[in-house]
């Protein structure tokens, strides 16, 4: 099976699910979990652990994280090798909606990860656009 695991610091992870799930519906493909800010690294390298248990070398991972080198990121990757699943997963650092959507919706239509991870971060940088409202003097109550 193909995973998406999704972490981050504070509810973003979860938050990020919660809203995948209102697209894509509830799907036992898709994880999440975060540190908290009472939980220490060890804690949450163990919730994530607890998280990933089923996962077998057969197991794909595509992981989304908050940001690259944050201790919900390496946590995870040590998780992951230490159940030596990191030779199968996709890292991906600076996750947002239109990246964790396409990670859902398009996981399974691909063989190669790497043909995915191009896809994966085109969404991701696509979904950043600047929007510039332009001022129009005559109807300054109007947007």
């Known amino acids: 099976m193909k995973y998406v695991v999704m972490v981050s610091h504070g509810e973003f992870a979860p938050g990020l699910h919660s809203a995948v799930r209102m697209m894509t519906g509830n ?12 939980m220490s690294a060890d804690q949450f390298a163990e919730n994530f652990a607890e998280l990933v248990k089923d996962f077998t070398a057969d197991d794909q991972v595509i992981l989304l994280a908050d940001i690259l080198s944050g201790s919900p990121f390496t946590n995870a990757l040590n998780v ?3 159940k030596g699943l990191i030779s199968n997963t ?6 947002n909606m239109p990246l964790a959507i396409t990670a859902v919706l398009m996981k399974d239509n691909f063989d190669d990860l790497a043909a995915l991870k191009e896809v994966l971060l085109s969404e991701g940088r ?3 656009t600047d ?7 005559d109807d300054e109550d109007d947007l």
């Open 80 to 82: 992951l090798s230490d």
């Open 126 to 128: 696509m979904g950043l």
């Open 131 to 137: 929007f510039v409202v332009e001022s129009n003097d």
């Open 27 to 38: 799907r036992s493909d898709v994880l999440s979990t975060s540190l908290k800010e009472d």
């Open 90 to 95: 996709l890292i991906i650092a600076g996750m």
